[in-house]
T-cell receptor, first 109, second 115 residues
């Protein structure tokens, strides 16, 4: 499937700082999904975005889907140590997922 | 929701041998997949496990190397055949549930080290 580019690859923040990871595609996405993988764990589904310009919030997490449906972002407000992990975006096509390379977030307490 | 278990959770194998990984889901699911995650890398789809028919493999993966069975809607196996050190990875079973709010779930993974 078509790749999705995810940046940054790594992000280290102080606890309380905000964090954003970005996902970009050269082609239009039918949907974009976000996953979190804790160190040593497996990916856990966070959300799926389908509509152009969609914005969804889960507590301190804000997910956006671009108007052109070619990019998406995940923003965490006031990070906590429990936010540590790798955040992956994944494009969905015919129920198959193509994952970005992920952004590893570390949080200094 | 769906709860997925995998066996074994981890294994160390000798090159040239084969390992069969089992995936059990606590509910009937239509869509079942196998992914591979190499150390420090992202996830790559190996194949879609189809109930009652041959699995559908992604580019770069073949049935002879990764035979898959799916005898019913709650169970699947993935075999890693004639292993080499390059097969050292985490192998993850995944299911997609339908209905109100489609969600994809991943099993805990099988950590494979090939010596």
């Amino acid at each position: 499937g078509q790749q999705v580019m995810q940046i940054p690859q790594y992000q280290h923040v102080q606890e309380g700082e905000d964090f954003t990871t970005y996902c970009n595609s050269s082609t239009t996405l039918s949907n974009i999904q976000w996953y979190k993988q804790r160190p040593g764990g497996h990916p856990v589904f966070l959300i799926q975005l389908v509509k152009s310009g969609e914005v969804k919030k889960q507590k301190r997490l804000t997910f956006q889907f671009g108007e052109a449906k070619k990019n998406s972002s995940l923003h965490i407000t006031a990070t906590q140590t429990t936010d540590v992990g790798t955040y992956f975006c994944a494009r969905g096509s015919n129920y198959k997922l193509t994952f970005g390379k992920g952004t590893l977030l570390t949080v200094n307490p | 929701s769906a709860v997925i278990s995998q066996k074994p959770s981890r294994d160390i194998c000798q090159r040239g041998t084969s390992l069969t990984i089992q995936c059990q889901v606590d509910s009937q699911v239509t869509m079942m997949f196998w992914y591979r995650q190499q150390p420090g890398q992202s996830l790559t789809l190996i194949a879609t496990a189809n109930q009652g028919s041959e699995a559908t493999y992604e580019s770069g993966f073949v049935i002879d190397k990764f035979p898959i069975s799916r005898p019913n809607l709650t169970f699947s196996t993935l075999t890693v055949s004639n292993m080499s050190p390059e097969d050292s990875s985490i192998y993850l079973c995944s299911v997609r549930t339908s209905g109100r709010g489609e969600t994809q779930y991943f099993g805990p993974g099988t950590r494979l080290l090939v010596l």
